[in-house]
């Protein structure tokens, strides 16, 4: 064996997952190491491109950052990176840096994947491995305000244009105008390629406000150089800095335009509407264009900003709650816009009411793709015949807008322009009380969308009474959540997911799976059976677990394991939907296993393995007659 490779094997066998390979094995793999060196500072991976290795930090450190640029972890001797994109065969996410010169062993994609696939041990290690990084290196984005952690050079969308200072307005304008820019850039024509150099590369800079206040207002001939109408003391942002720092100082500095420098070289050029622009994928601005709306039309013109609004949360690795959330309140808005515009139309209620969100707007867990779900809570002094024709135009008013506007009907009637629905609160009391005094299947449905309700307009403290009677009602009533349970698990995690076809519970063979049917409707079946059990107050699934682990009615490490499932479940779900809509498809929530990159394939046969454990546990927990 060569001098080098038994250096390689001695250090690798030195650190996990190397040090439990087979000495065969290890062999194997320092025969095909390649070496590769460093210097501090020059760019190991970068955003996008292809990745064909494994990197193990022989010597040295390096810096892994988020693609908007926030550092997401610091790795020394024996670490290593760059699995995630071979595990899912797709380009670099996470760009990687020299924090001092580095010296790295580099293992080929194919021996990477053989050990990936046929050692149990080794893919376990990766992978809990890189699990652990992401949370102990994840930031708390609540604020979900990304003016805050997006950097300038995304809003670049191509090069500055840049012109000597002896060009005459004209051509500078020609050239705008072949450019299809409203600014320019003056270059500094004695600048130093000193890097050490104190001139500035850029001496000033044009826009078309100049040409019209400075040139044609003053009656200027056309071949009056830039220099002469250009403005100096520029305000420059770096590339790196925050988008918010540029609309900062484009405030303090009374300017529209701030030239971007990667260290000394120009590299674009922003206006404060290109920060507007980017501003207006927010889910906040979306929200702002919702209440604006002064129709229907309007209102229904927003689908698509609605839809670029959810493909920038996935693009910027949002997590399935901040997804989840942001798009529900973009629902509840249209809701809430549209009983706005149906007041106008219709005039005041003759009565209080509460319009109320039902399923997964409720639990803040709405998608891009869904129905409606909701329903009507009248004041309890309600006479049909005085007051119904004012609702059920209100209803079709806003079931009809909220069609339009992407959210389409509810194939099992689950709306405010269903009678049934659209009812005194006491006879919601009355209802909700029989069903779960005496459940039957068909209530059993309803408890499974109606317990999950939100009041979006108008008296929402009936919701709150509701809510509230719910808890007090199934707390520990075990034949209720026995009951529950047994309907819960009605739905399964899919048997023959990792074959050819999926085997759906009644026998039918497909070729795709319902990532919702059989993924994250089952886990949240089985967290609100939970949630009642103990008495859990909230709504959202992963609040209402917290709950259910507080309460310690679940095995141990359980709900943890939980949690990480329906977050992993979820997660292919909404990127799959993501995919959907760049691929200009209608998105959708069925998903082909080939489609599945080996990474995901594996953690959703663990997530789904989860899954059926705790429906085992459910089954045994909420037998009838067992006191909880």
Excluded at 256 to 279: A, C, F, M, N, W
Excluded at 322 to 338: D, E, H, N, P, T
Excluded at 436 to 446: A, G, S, V, Y
Aim: a negative charge; proline letters at 4%; aromatic letters at 8%.
């Amino acid at each position: 064996m060569a001098t080098e490779q038994v250096e390689v094997t001695d250090f690798l066998q030195r650190h996990k997952p190397f040090s439990d390979l087979a000495a065969s094995e290890l062999s194997h793999v320092a025969s095909r190491v390649e070496i590769a060196y460093y210097k501090a500072g020059s760019p190991i991976l970068t955003f996008g491109q292809d990745n064909t290795h494994w990197f193990v930090i022989r010597s040295g450190a390096v810096e892994v950052f988020r693609r908007d640029g926030e550092l997401y972890n610091r790795l020394g001797e024996g670490n290593f990176f760059g699995e995630l994109a071979l595990m899912r065969n797709r380009p670099v996410r996470f760009p990687v840096v020299a924090l001092e010169d580095t010296l790295v062993y580099l293992i080929d994609a194919d021996t990477f994947n053989n050990l990936f696939d046929n050692d149990e041990q080794f893919a376990d290690f990766v992978e809990v491995e890189d699990r652990s990084r992401l949370r102990e290196s994840s930031p708390d984005k609540k604020d979900n305000n990304a003016l805050l952690t997006v950097k300038v050079e995304k809003l670049i969308e191509q090069l500055p244009l840049i012109l000597p200072p002896h060009t005459s307005v004209q051509d500078a304008a020609l050239r705008m105008t072949e450019e299809g820019v409203s600014s320019l850039l003056i270059s500094n024509e004695h600048v130093s390629d000193d890097a050490s150099s104190d001139d500035e590369p850029v001496i000033g800079i044009v826009t078309d406000v100049d040409i019209r206040s400075r040139l044609v207002a003053h009656g200027l001939d056309l071949s009056t150089p830039v220099t002469d109408i250009m403005t100096t003391q520029l305000t420059i942002v770096q590339s790196n800095q925050y988008v918010f720092e540029a609309m900062m100082l484009m405030l303090k500095h009374k300017v529209t335009h701030l030239p971007v420098l990667r260290k000394s070289k120009p590299i674009g050029l922003i206006s404060h509407q290109d920060i507007l622009r980017y501003e207006s994928q927010n889910s906040l601005f979306v929200v702002k264009s919702i209440f604006n709306a002064q129709n229907v039309d309007e209102l229904a013109a927003l689908k698509d900003e609605v839809q670029t609004c959810f493909s920038r949360m996935v693009d910027e690795d949002a997590n399935s709650q901040m997804i989840g959330s942001a798009m529900a309140v973009i629902g509840r808005s249209f809701k809430q816009r549209l009983l706005e515009l149906a007041e106008e139309e219709f005039g005041p209620p003759p009565i209080p009411y509460c319009f109320l969100a039902l399923g997964s707007m409720a639990r803040d867990e709405q998608l891009i793709v869904t129905d409606q779900d909701n329903a009507l809570v009248l004041d309890n002094r309600f006479e049909p015949k005085l007051h119904d024709g004012y609702f059920n135009d209100l209803a079709n008013f806003v079931c009809d807008g909220l069609d339009r506007c992407g959210y389409t009907y509810c194939k099992g009637g689950i709306m405010a322009t269903n009678k049934k629905w659209r009812q005194p609160l006491k006879v919601w009391e009355q209802y909700f009380t029989q069903w779960i005094d005496k459940p039957t299947p068909e209530t059993l449905l309803h408890s499974a969308i109606f317990f999950d309700l939100d009041g979006v307009w108008g008296k929402k403290v009936w919701a709150d009474t509701l809510n509230r009677l719910i808890r007090k009602k199934a707390f520990k009533n075990s034949r209720f959540l026995a009951c529950m349970a047994r309907n819960a698990l009605l739905r399964t995690p899919p048997l023959g997911f990792f074959k050819d076809f999926v085997m759906e519970t009644d026998g039918r063979q497909t070729n795709s799976i319902n990532m919702k049917r059989r993924g994250t409707a089952p886990i949240a079946d089985l967290i609100r059976v939970h949630a009642l059990s103990v008495g859990a107050e909230g709504r959202n699934s992963f609040s209402r677990l917290n709950g259910v682990i507080d309460a310690k009615i679940l095995p141990p490490g359980r709900g943890v394991d939980l949690r990480d499932a329906l977050e992993f479940i979820a997660m292919v779900r909404i990127r799959h939907q993501a995919f959907d809509l760049e691929m200009k498809r209608v998105p959708d929530n069925d998903i082909e296993p080939e489609y599945l990159s080996d990474f995901e394939r594996k953690n959703l046969r663990d997530a789904f393995q989860i899954l059926s454990d705790a429906q085992k546990y459910m089954k045994y927990r909420y037998q009838p007659g067992r006191n909880l």
